[in-house]
């Protein structure tokens, strides 16, 4: 499971909940000591200086990646979430400086590792392998991975987590919504808390090593009999709660791929949507985090390679159904039939003013077009993305009646968004039509 050369620095994991609150302390008043200064610089211009001008400068936003990769964990996750789903709502030099959160992280130090591995496996844990790979493959939010070869010959990727993640999870999470609070980024009055609930429900889930194991299984065993997709298998006996233990699987990044022919960029886009649809329709258990580091390419195979399986999840029955009807209505022109359809979803509220509610319906349809689309898409010649974005944002600006949609679509169309991102710069051309018709 090879990653890209990474040349980040090994910094220690701060661990203890007073630690981490006092370094999120610090942000916030370092934040707000330059708010203050450049309010009085604004004000000595003559200007009358806006809150949220103050607030999201390039220079506020620098501090709060830095100080969010630092810390790793809960905290740099949340980062991560804010940067890919108010990206688009961010001006461009700051969303390009949170989107580092998405780039490596820093790594332990090794007597940091080491401790963490002697609390999971003993303190003679080394004796079981041949070669343990100290400086890792890659570091990320909640964990790093490791090149490891075992004494009995298996060559394994192996994920240690880092110290506390666990502990901090809920205060970290708490911690980074007063800044978003603070920062102007969560319009007033719109209520988070269901976002933060589920935030950390699923935080301590992708901090359950052993669940991802059983996810990981779990997606191998579903796609045993299609060879294009490669799913690493688990090592139970090197798995716990805080290190996953899985086959190496020698792969390059699926963006690589940008340089490809043509026909093999449609063919991977191809297999990864076509997959989409099936988790959703078919299996009802989804991965559910779309950052392009999550696909893997093997040259030598042409295989899709799916890793990180922490975000899995679970959709009921129902769930499927519906997006079914509200995808049906959509192809059929049918507007009562999606109207009906996007209420019991939860898109749509009764009291949704008019505008609004005509402003989503139009977002859907546009949405529908790749789908509509005779033959193959081409994600390449398309500014569907800046309009639905532009779209987006005009509703975004009705802060009055913005609501947070139920927590399962919010995950869906994180997983959508993704993909379709993906699919865009790969320029691919993919007929769409022909995936979702089985499943409707």
């Known amino acids: 499971m090879p990653h890209r050369k990474i040349v980040t620095k090994a910094i220690a994991v701060p661990a203890s909940r007073l630690s981490r609150l006092a370094r999120l302390g610090g942000l916030a008043s370092s934040i707000a000591g330059s708010v203050a200064a450049e309010g009085a610089r604004q004000l000595a211009r003559g200007q009358r200086p806006r809150m949220g001008d103050l607030l999201l400068t390039p220079a506020n936003a620098r501090k709060v990646a830095d100080q969010l990769a630092h810390m790793r964990g809960a905290a740099m996750k949340m980062g991560q979430l804010i ?22 992280a820093h790594h332990m130090p090794g007597p940091q590792l080491k401790k963490v591995l002697a609390e999971a496996w003993g303190p003679d844990w080394l004796r079981r392998f041949q070669k343990f790979d100290v400086h890792p493959l890659a570091a990320a939010s909640i964990g790093q991975v490791h090149r490891a070869r075992t ?14 993640v666990r502990r901090s999870i809920d205060s970290d999470v708490d911690n980074v919504a007063s800044l978003m609070r ?31 194991g059983r996810c990981l299984s779990q997606f191998g065993a579903l796609l045993a009999d299609r060879p294009e997709y490669l799913v690493p298998r688990l090592h139970p006996d090197l798995t716990t709660q805080s290190v996953l233990a899985m086959d190496h699987v020698e792969g390059r990044p699926i963006d690589d791929l940008d340089g490809a022919p043509q026909a093999e960029r449609n063919r991977v886009l191809t297999l990864l949507i076509d997959l989409l649809f099936r988790e959703l329709f078919e ?31 679970a959709f009921p029955d129902d769930f499927a159904d519906l997006y079914r009807r509200l995808l049906r209505a959509g192809l059929a022109g049918d507007r009562d039939g999606v109207r009906a359809a996007a209420m019991e979803i939860g898109f749509l509220a009764e009291g949704t003013p008019e505008r ?10 546009m949405s529908l077009e790749p789908l509509r689309t005779d033959g193959a898409f081409d994600f390449g010649a398309t500014d569907l993305a800046l309009r639905m974005r532009e779209s987006g944002m005009a509703m975004a600006e009705d802060r009055e009646h913005f609501q947070i949609p139920p927590m399962d679509t919010l995950f869906l169309q994180r997983k959508f968004g993704g993909i379709y991102m993906l699919a865009t710069r790969m320029k691919a051309q993919v007929n769409l039509r022909a995936l979702i018709e089985p499943h409707l």
């Open 356 to 365: 609004l509610e005509r402003a989503m319906l139009e977002m859907f349809e």
């Open 182 to 212: 603070i920062s102007g980024l969560v319009p007033k009055g719109v209520d988070i808390a269901p976002m933060l609930a589920e935030a950390k429900r699923q935080l301590h889930e992708e901090a359950d090593y052993e669940r991802e």
């Open 83 to 104: 940067s890919m789903d108010a990206g688009d709502m961010l001006p461009p030099e700051l969303a390009q400086i949170l989107a580092r959160l998405r780039a490596d």
């Open 283 to 313: 299996f009802r258990l989804m991965q559910t985090d779309p950052n392009f580091a999550n696909y893997r390419y093997a040259p030598a195979t042409g295989q899709v390679i799916l890793l990180d399986f922490g975000a899995t999840r």
């Open 151 to 164: 004494k009995d010959g298996r060559d394994l990727a192996i994920k240690v987590q880092y110290p506390g």
